[in-house]
């Protein structure tokens, strides 16, 4: 299993990563239907990203957005392709959803495509259910959204 801890998306392994999820992304979407935050946002206050790494190399990330109201949006969910299958996007979420417990959230919720069946596959896996499209996502066909109650 991978170690999986919150970072700060500045590290050279981190940035690098990021980028290769917005390019997986970019090549799924276009950049009008692209929702990821930027290294400023995922520094923002109640902004957490939790890295994991195999062997001290980072293979994935995802972060979460505190809402304050309860509830939170995961974000930034990528694993590269040679850590694809091995448990990585599932120990992430189980690390982020703890890390919600922890903080007062109850409320889960996730964007992602429809293209991107393995991902929603997975959400399913983990108790995830579609839900109606939330802001700022109500108008993009490519959405598809996710919802789980801790």
Known sequence: MPSI???????D???SLLRQGDAFALA??????????????????GVSLFVAREHDVAV????????????GEIKRMFVTDDARGLGVGRALLQALEAHARDVGISTL????GLP???AIALYEK???RQVPRFAPY??????YCMEKQL
């Open 5 to 11: 801890q919150i970072e700060s998306p500045r590290s």
């Open 13 to 15: 392994d981190v940035r």
């Open 28 to 45: 799924l979407y276009p950049a009008e239907n692209y929702y990821g935050l930027d290294v400023d946002a995922l520094e923002a206050d």
């Open 60 to 71: 994935g990330t995802v972060a979460i957005v505190d809402r304050r109201d309860g509830s």
């Open 109 to 112: 919720q996730l964007e992602t």
């Open 116 to 118: 991107q069946v393995a």
């Open 126 to 128: 983990l108790g995830y």
């Open 138 to 143: 109500t108008d993009d066909p490519t959405s």
